[in-house]
């Protein structure tokens, strides 16, 4: 397959890290030879093979519907960056 | 203190030999002379291991202590535990004190034992050589040019230079395993499910799992009766009885049969490693045990499906590291979505950005069923090759590195080498299976060589118990390089 510049580019953007033109150039670089690696996968015939997400059959827990856990606000607001009467503060988004 | 096993150990705090207090000391002191040699610790607080060693000794003098009560051990940065600076080895964090324990780390509280510091890693788990850690790369102790391996290479080196008695890893894709066959230590990697991830920053959940990291497999097994047990709180989490791994250390091995994958003794290992590997399975054969080959024809993809898998998780576990809630915050930006783009490229390091990239990629548009879901399915021929391997042997046995511990700055320029050093130990990760690493000889250089057991679900018990008849009869993983 063929990286192309612009595909680093909006996967960055996707993934919501800034990237320079340089870095997008080394980095363009270094996914494509991974990505050679990777297409080895299509070597071998998967179409009759159910995809495995976990090794275990096992299904999703319920729980009853309770209040588990207590108030740390304060103890889990203490390590924001910045936090004002209760509230996490990041840049105004609504004019 | 310096070599004692942590039985031994055990035995000196219950008959009132020898204090927590004096162990801690003992260890801190080590780590305070020595840690500037190896950098296997990215932070100690003495204040806080000793006011743990003293609960501990108050523990044993009203007669409850349990196995590991006042036994200091290392933590992997990877695992919360409150009030302790909790990085990752990544400069997202580097400001993170963590407001709760993780499962591992809440076992080990209540089993007493004492937690002598955070131990170095490749940011968030990602690498084999602990060169892409922000706090700056481990050595090997047995030759301070070469990698510890990665991403538990603080906590190898670790045990391994005697700076802690034992230590926890991860393993994902061979974080455990690889480290301690480069440090010449002992690993483990139990099955999927069966330790707690609650707490353990995340990386690829389906395939993280914790285990310990000793001198021997019978510590192994001490460690592991802690580690093991339910958690509401990981939704994977395995609801089983509890075992005792310690209980079949001393069965004999007559009749036990191992198999040798021929995928993995056809090409890629080195000599070096191979001799060490043919005197391990003659001791095997010794000591009663019969090898036969057995096949793996999909085992070789293992590494391209891990590295669309593996990525492709973290890129959404790494999604929640966004300047908001904790960690880095970039100084400036120009508003919301520009402060999540300068807060994780700052915060980030190459290989962490580039696994969130190759996963975004392999999850956007027109591309999940090409990548990620054929993965999926590779990774269950993998699983169904090991089930039917097992029709044939008990445990399977092979190199758990192709070469000894490489340079340091050797592989660092070039992903695909490096991602190639987890060649033998992803398939355990990707099928789930319990696997482990003990040392068996040296190599080139005189750098350790590691022999791998892989077992089926659960086995865990019969892993420890083969890799400790092994031990009794050789003194490998009794050489220290210290």
């Given at each position: 397959m063929n990286l192309s510049l612009n595909d680093v580019k909006r996967v960055a953007d996707l993934a919501y890290i800034e990237i320079d033109e340089n870095q997008a150039e080394a980095t363009l670089a270094q996914l494509s030879s991974i990505f050679n690696m990777i297409e080895?996968?299509?070597?071998?015939?998967?179409?009759a093979i159910e995809p495995m997400s976990?090794?275990?059959?096992v299904s999703q827990r319920l729980r009853e519907d309770i209040v588990t856990e207590s108030d740390q606000c304060v103890l889990f607001q203490s390590i924001a960056p910045q936090v004002q009467e209760g509230l996490y503060l990041v840049p105004q988004v609504i004019e | 203190m310096l070599n004692a096993s942590l039985k031994e150990l055990s035995k000196q705090l219950a008959e009132k030999k020898l204090s927590s207090v004096e162990l801690t000391s003992f260890f801190l002191q080590r780590i305070k002379t020595l840690n500037a040699d190896y950098?296997?610790?990215?932070t100690t607080n003495e204040e806080m291991s000793l006011a743990q060693a003293v609960a501990a000794d108050k523990m044993l003098a009203e007669g409850e202590?349990?196995?590991?009560?006042?036994i200091p051990i290392a933590q992997k940065d990877i695992f919360c535990a409150k009030g302790w600076l909790t990085t990752c080895g990544s400069k997202m964090l580097s400001n993170f004190i963590s407001p709760y324990d993780a499962g591992v780390i809440e076992r080990f509280n209540i089993a007493g034992a004492v937690n002598i510091g955070k131990t170095n890693m490749d940011e968030f788990a990602m690498?084999?050589?602990?060169?892409?850690?922000y706090y700056g790369i481990v050595k090997n102790?047995?030759?301070?040019?070469a990698v510890p391996g990665g991403s538990s290479g603080g906590a190898a080196c670790a045990v391994a230079a005697r700076l802690a008695p034992a230590a926890t890893g991860t393993d994902t894709g061979g974080s455990i395993r690889q480290p301690a066959a480069l440090c010449g230590i002992s690993g483990i990697k139990p099955t999927?499910?069966?330790?707690?991830?609650?707490?353990?920053?995340?990386?690829?959940s389906s395939l993280d799992q914790a285990g310990p990291m000793a001198k021997s497999a019978e510590d192994l097994a001490l460690l592991l009766n802690v580690m093991v047990g339910f958690d509401?709180?990981?939704?994977?989490s395995l609801q089983r009885a509890q075992e005792?791994?310690?209980?079949?250390?001393?069965?004999?091995?007559?009749g036990l049969r191992i198999g040798l994958p021929k995928e993995y003794f056809?090409?890629?290992?080195?000599q070096d490693v191979e001799n060490a590997i043919d005197k391990a399975l003659a001791e095997y054969r010794k000591l009663g045990a019969e090898t036969v080959e057995v096949a793996l024809?999909?085992?070789?993809?293992s590494i391209p499906v891990y590295y669309v898998l593996a990525p492709a998780e973290a890129s959404s576990n790494l999604?929640?590291?966004?300047?908001?809630?904790y960690g880095h915050r970039a100084e400036?930006?120009?508003g919301l979505t520009d402060m999540y783009r300068k807060s994780r490229a700052e915060g980030f390091g190459p290989e962490v950005k580039r696994r969130i990239l190759i996963g975004t990629y392999v999850l956007s548009h027109g591309y999940y069923d090409a990548y990620y879901i054929k993965a999926q399915k590779l990774r269950r021929l993998i699983a169904q090759d090991f089930a039917e391997a097992y029709q044939q042997c008990d445990v399977i046995m092979g190199p758990?590195?192709?070469?000894v511990a490489f340079n340091l700055?050797?592989?660092?320029?070039?992903p695909i080498q490096m991602y190639l050093s987890d060649i033998y130990t992803s398939a355990a990760n990707l099928t789930g299976m319990p696997a482990m690493s003990i040392p068996i000889g040296f190599g080139e250089k005189n750098r350790p060589v590691g022999l791998h057991i892989i077992g089926n679900y659960f086995k865990e018990a019969q892993l420890l118990n083969v890799a400790h008849q092994y031990q009794r009869v050789t003194d490998w993983h009794l050489k220290s390089p210290v």
């Open positions: 080895t996968m299509q070597s071998v015939d998967t179409s976990h090794s275990q059959s | 950098n296997a610790f990215i202590g349990g196995a590991l009560t006042g690498g084999s050589s602990n060169e892409t850690s102790p047995w030759d301070t040019k999927y499910g069966l330790v707690s991830r609650y707490g353990m920053i995340a990386f690829a509401a709180r990981d939704s994977t005792d791994y310690a209980s079949s250390l001393e069965k004999p091995l007559s056809a090409k890629g290992m080195s024809p999909n085992a070789p993809l999604s929640r590291f966004d300047g908001v809630r400036s930006y120009s758990t590195t192709p070469t700055g050797e592989k660092s320029a070039d």
